[in-house]
């Protein structure tokens, strides 16, 4: 049973650019987390997915940020006009019950 | 808001040496509790969790942790530490009565071994 994946492992891109995140939980597991984390922070909480349904967007920043998990394909988190201050690894994790099972993140660095 | 806090940013030890890293959260009702592992370049792994039960629970690679309700602490515990055991630590913590929903994590712990 593959792991939690995540795509691009790493990105790059220009202020203003859109980002794209991709995460495809582990086989048979139906939510879907995103977590971001800083330089020198501990992992914050941003979104919590089911299938075509927004669950928790708490931890989302109100502009620019965007996740869906459609009922075909991986789970996205887009990032519209990126800015240096979103430079971070964000981590998807999956779940079937209590536990989250993390991916192994995508660093994305705006330059 | 709930939070988790971890006493300590850094901890260096030599090998052979006992470890305890400290974790206290508030949250007033029932808790699922977490310790989590991120070795350099990896992913986040789950090392052990509470959900109810023996207080005193077991993880992989010989750790475990200690539930303490009164001081509203979970903290990790390891006899003797090995030089792979040097990575970061996070304590987490979701509300309990609820399966799923998002962890709270505290600032993390690194844990540097020399041989």
């Known amino acids: 049973n593959a792991g939690v994946m995540q795509n691009p492992r790493h990105l790059v891109r220009r202020r203003g650019q859109e980002a794209r995140l991709r995460c495809s939980p582990m086989?048979?597991?139906?939510?879907v987390y995103w977590y971001r984390q800083l330089p020198e922070e501990g992992l914050k909480f941003m979104v919590y997915?089911?299938?075509?349904?927004?669950?928790?967007e708490s931890g989302m920043p109100k502009e620019r940020f965007s996740a869906e998990f459609p009922k075909e394909g991986p789970s996205i988190l887009r990032i519209q006009q990126v800015v240096r201050g979103d430079s971070a690894a964000y981590f998807c994790?999956?779940?079937?019950?209590?536990?989250?099972?993390f991916g192994p993140g995508t660093r994305l660095l705006v330059l | 808001a709930q939070s988790v806090s971890q006493h300590n940013h850094h901890v260096i030890l030599s090998e052979a040496a006992s470890l305890e890293l400290g974790c206290n959260y508030s949250?007033?009702?029932?808790?699922?509790l977490f310790w989590y592992v991120q070795y350099p370049g990896q992913h986040l792994q789950l090392l052990l969790k509470y959900f109810s039960g023996d207080p005193l629970v077991k993880g992989i690679k010989g750790f475990e942790a200690e539930f303490i309700k009164s001081k509203f602490s979970f903290n990790l515990r390891k006899p003797s530490v090995q030089w792979s055991d040097t990575a970061e630590y996070f304590c987490a913590v979701i509300p309990g009565g609820t399966s799923y929903g998002k962890l709270t994590f505290g600032q993390g712990t690194i844990l540097t071994v020399h041989p």
């Open positions: 997915l089911q299938k075509e349904n927004i669950i928790d």
């Open positions: 086989k048979g597991h139906s939510h």
């Open positions: 949250y007033g009702g029932t808790v699922n």
């Open positions: 994790a999956s779940s079937y019950q209590e536990t989250q099972y």
